[in-house]
């Protein structure tokens, strides 16, 4: 069944199993066209011949009213087209990173992708290893339009820019106001940014003093928490020497899952899965007070939560951090490679970037966007009018350290993430999911 104009469809389809055996079926592909078109605001489409454009991303990216409800300032998608006469856009949208990423891998070299495919930061690495197989975006009138190791991050060895890139999410804390009151504790932005201001053990006392009156769970899970805390590493999981994995090896990584699997013990996490239906719920019942925020959770916390009476907290322990952000790609065996490129362009052009902010809070990757009126004008009455365009900007100014990702870090964070989830559930004790995590990194190579 075909799908209607701006249509959104939830998930895809992929096997893992197929997932190797796909790619290692590929050969190395010629070097795949790209366009000249800067992708500006101005309109105007390379030919007039009727053409369908498929757009994947994951989670929410801000680019179409019509898939979220209607309720975003800006629809991207319908912009485009009403610009561009001659094109259709089909928009999907996975359910997570995950689905996203084995579709991806599965499907990269045998065909059958998006013309536009998003990319995950965390398994940006794991792509670059298949850069021949992406088309090659570099164009001269683009320079600058990123910043610098934005754009490093997407280019591969022999200088083909494979990803240009959306967001970046520097991190607050968000909160629950009515959850902070239920505790006794002072619920104004300007008291939580500065019982926040400290490292995570600060946090884990902040959590046990709201735990022992609530008797609920502070934050959601502990992987979230796990998310905040590596993103401080300079190299977590694998050496920037020689992309061997050292997560075993690495002290801080056993301190922060001794931390993370006390915090269980403590009945400060409420054990709530990330992007599950129990975690939505939680967010608009009140279930956890508080959660590590990225610009772009703004518009997920919105759309869970639309009656929740949420603020935000400009600090985050441990000084700053950046969680997510993403690239658009486009395979090199697509039928609309250079039309492709052109939409894509046009998607992370600096205009379009400050609206996909304005919907979501996806903060930009480009310093024209993110220092526009557009953006540092910004308020959110979800938030109670927090300012965040100041507030994220600030959070960006924050963040210290870019963690070293190679191409096993995707699954080594995600065996973390399991090893966290299974002391949560109760299945494994905390000594017992760390012997499998060992065995589970040490069958990575």
């Not at 079926?25 to 078109?37: A, K, L, V, Y």
């Not at 319908?78 to 990173?97: F, G, K, M, Q, R």
């Not at 999410?169 to 009515?178: H, L, M």
Request: proline share 4%; hydrophobic share 40%.
């Amino acid at each position: 069944m075909s799908l209607s104009r701006r249509k959104t469809t939830l998930g895809f389809a992929a096997g893992a199993a197929t997932l190797a055996l796909a790619l290692a079926g590929c050969s190395d592909s010629s070097d795949p066209e790209s366009s000249s078109t800067a992708g500006g605001t101005d309109g105007g489409s390379t030919s007039e011949e009727q053409i369908t454009l498929t757009l994947a991303t994951f989670n929410q990216f801000g680019y179409s009213g019509e898939s979220e409800g209607g309720d975003y300032q800006y629809d991207l998608i319908a912009e485009y087209e009403e610009l561009h006469p001659n094109v259709d856009i089909v928009y999907n949208v996975a359910d997570t990173s995950n689905t996203a990423r084995e579709n991806f891998f599965t499907k990269l070299g045998p065909g059958g992708l998006a013309d536009v495919e998003a990319i995950e930061v965390d398994w940006l690495p794991e792509a670059m290893q298949y850069s021949d197989l992406l088309a090659d975006l570099s164009n001269s009138e683009l320079d600058g339009r990123w910043l610098q190791w934005k754009t490093d991050a997407a280019t591969d060895k022999d200088g083909r820019l494979i990803g240009y890139g959306t967001d970046i999410g520097p991190e607050a804390i968000c909160y629950n106001v009515d959850a902070i009151d239920a505790a006794g504790m002072d619920s104004s932005p300007e008291a939580m940014a500065a019982a926040l201001d400290g490292d995570w053990d600060n946090f884990m006392a902040l959590g046990k003093q709201y735990s022992d009156a609530t008797g609920k769970g502070f934050f959601e899970e502990t992987p979230a928490i796990l998310q905040a805390m590596i993103g401080q590493l300079e190299a977590p999981y694998e050496s920037p020497d020689d992309d061997s994995i050292i997560a075993l090896d690495n002290a801080d990584v056993k301190a922060m899952y001794d931390t993370l699997t006390q915090a269980t013990a403590d009945g400060i996490s409420a054990g709530l899965q990330q992007w599950g239906d129990d975690w939505a719920a939680g967010m608009a019942n009140g279930d956890f007070a508080v959660m590590p925020c990225p610009s772009w959770m703004l518009g997920v916390i919105a759309g869970n939560a639309p009656d929740g009476n949420w603020a935000i907290a400009d600090a985050f322990p441990g000084g700053g951090g950046n969680w997510g952000g993403s690239y658009l790609t486009v395979p090199g065996n697509g039928a609309n490679v250079e039309a492709a490129t052109e939409f894509a362009a046009w998607l992370t052009a600096p205009e379009q970037q400050a609206k996909a902010f304005a919907n979501v809070g996806a903060f930009p990757s480009q310093p024209e966007a993110s220092e526009s009126d557009a953006v540092q004008g910004a308020t959110n009455d979800f938030f109670g009018g927090a300012e965040t365009g100041k507030i994220f900007t600030e959070r960006a100014a924050a963040v210290a350290v870019a963690p070293y990702k190679g191409a096993h870090y995707f699954q080594v964070n995600d065996a973390m993430v399991n090893a966290l989830r299974r002391v949560e559930e109760g299945t494994m004790s905390a000594d017992e999911s760390w012997a499998q995590f060992e065995s589970d990194v040490e069958a990575l190579g």
